[in-house]
């Protein structure tokens, strides 16, 4: 199965690339590595992958530890790029997760997310279908689904008052969107959620990580900020129904994951504190029904709980 990924340096990226590879798939990554959060985090995944650094804009390189795995550093923006990367090698099945994240970060810069999640998905898109690719798998953010109060949110549902986020344990994510690649669902088109479909309050996430640092998080109090949510949670159904899975990873798992790779990247010992408002939250899975508080954060740790939050739960 040869397989086009883009956004190949970001989160979810970069493990899907990993369990592609390890099912013994040829893979080309596309990610124009921008500096939306530390680039070198994303150079850091590139190296693991056996990709030189820095790679050269627009030239295919071949990995030093996965024979299987080319790297191509260019943006889904530029359809000229685009097109350069279907002329190098003709792709059975295409996931684009090339986009621009934050919903915060949106209200600051709309430019962005029309250049990269409607100018970029467009192009990858069109010279998919240009080039006869019969499978595409794209991943969407659970802000679709807006300011629609009835929850666990299904696909069925209207996506037209934006405003809401997800969130998803990596591990859960990847096999999840691994399977739909590497089957066709019955129908042309399909729409999956992926999620644990399991609210828990932010306050179990905060005592999860005081457990699992052995240190005590101070709080902070701080007004419910634009772009927050007030409930999300997945209605995974139809996912069950075609590919039979379900996330299932616990929260302890998923906290205890992160933390040692945290400490491990970040050569720490321990975590002095953090700063942190209540807000109701599931971990692993979607906010739901937060209190009239949101997240406020200091100290030099503020990514480590900022990660958290996000569900960027690594393994």
Same mark, same amino acid.
């Given at each position: #199965? ?9 989160f ?22 921008? %500096? ?9 995944r ?17 990995? %030093?530890h996965?024979?299987?795995?080319? *790297? ?10 685009v097109?350069?990367? *279907? ?13 621009q994240?934050?919903?915060?970060? $949106?209200?600051?810069? /709309? ?15 069109q ?9 595409f ?5 659970? $802000? ?22 997800? #969130?998803?344990?990596?591990? &859960? %994510? ?10 066709? $669902? ?12 399991? /609210?828990? &309050? ?14 005590? %998080?101070?709080?902070? #109090? ?17 996912? #069950? ?40 939250v ?34």
């Amino acid at each position: #199965m040869k397989v086009l990924v883009t956004g190949a340096a970001g989160f979810i990226g970069f493990h899907l690339v990993k369990r592609l590879l390890a099912a013994g798939c040829e893979v080309l990554g596309l990610d124009e590595l921008n %500096a939306y959060y530390n680039p070198q985090l994303k150079w850091d995944r590139l190296t693991q992958l056996g990709i030189a650094h820095p790679p050269t804009s627009g030239k295919p390189i071949e990995s %030093a530890h996965y024979p299987g795995f080319t *790297f191509v550093k260019d943006s889904s923006t530029d359809i000229c790029a685009v097109k350069r990367v *279907f002329e190098h090698r003709a792709f059975d099945k295409v996931c684009q997760l090339a986009a621009q994240a934050g919903v915060r970060y $949106s209200l600051e810069n /709309p430019d962005a997310y029309v250049q990269r999640n409607l100018l970029g998905f467009f192009n990858v898109l069109q010279t998919a279908a240009d080039c006869g690719c019969k499978h595409f798998v794209y991943a969407s953010s659970s $802000s679709v689904y807006g300011a629609n109060r009835r929850v666990p949110f299904d696909v069925s549902q209207p996506v037209d008052k934006p405003l809401s986020r997800d #969130m998803t344990y990596i591990d &859960d %994510a990847v096999e999840a969107t691994y399977r739909i690649l590497s089957r066709q $669902s019955k129908s042309d088109y399909a729409i999956y959620n992926i999620g644990k479909s399991d /609210p828990v &309050d932010l306050v179990k996430l905060i005592e999860a990580l005081e457990k699992t640092l052995g240190k005590r %998080a101070i709080k902070e #109090m701080k007004p419910m900020q634009p772009g927050d949510v007030y409930q999300t949670h997945a209605h995974v159904g139809q996912l #069950m129904k075609d590919y039979g899975y379900k996330p299932q990873t616990p929260l302890s798992v998923g906290v205890q994951h992160f933390v040692d790779w945290y400490l491990t990247y970040h050569q720490l010992r321990w975590v002095r504190c953090v700063v942190i408002a209540p807000l109701r939250v599931c971990p692993q899975t979607h906010i739901t029904d937060p209190s009239s508080h949101t997240t406020g954060v200091k100290d030099v740790f503020k990514d480590f709980l900022l990660s958290a939050i996000s569900g960027i739960l690594d393994s």
